[in-house]
Nanobody, 124 residues
Framework: QVQLKESGGGSVQAGGSLRLSCAVS?????????FAWFRQAPGKEREGVAR????????FYNDAVKGRFTIFQDNAKNTLYLQMNSLKPEDTAMYYC????????????????WGQGTQVTVSS
């Protein structure tokens, strides 16, 4: 029942920043959920970027983005964000937000709700 829609992608030069937004609907906080950002570059597998678990307010990140990216929600829990700083060309990918009922990690399998994706392109 959870619906997600990403926005905020675009083109930026290396070292720049972007903030991705994921509008969340159908989530009433009646049970713990995992909310995550994934990305997929052409010819590569989808990989987890960052995850927030509402049951314990636990966050963890892909090592490739630690110290550069931050995942967080707004106070109303209507929007999931990914703040991306110090962007690198290797960050170029289609970025997706996803949700799962329960605790899940950075593996795509298990996430049942997905947004449509927003493209991030980082040039050197």
């Amino acid at each position: 029942q959870v619906q997600l829609k990403e926005s905020g992608g675009g083109s930026v030069q290396a070292g720049g920043s972007l903030r991705l937004s994921c509008a969340v609907s159908g989530y009433t906080d009646t049970r713990p959920y995992s909310f995550a950002w994934f990305r997929q570059a052409p010819g590569k597998e989808r990989e987890g970027v960052a995850r927030f678990y509402s049951g314990t307010d636990t966050i963890f990140y892909n090592d490739a983005v630690k110290g550069r990216f931050t995942i967080f929600q707004d106070n109303a829990k209507n929007t999931l964000y990914l703040q991306m700083n110090s962007l690198k060309p290797e960050d170029t990918a289609m970025y997706y937000c996803a949700a799962a009922d329960g605790v899940f990690g950075l593996r795509p399998r298990g996430y049942k709700n997905w947004g449509q994706g927003t493209q991030v392109t980082v040039s050197s």
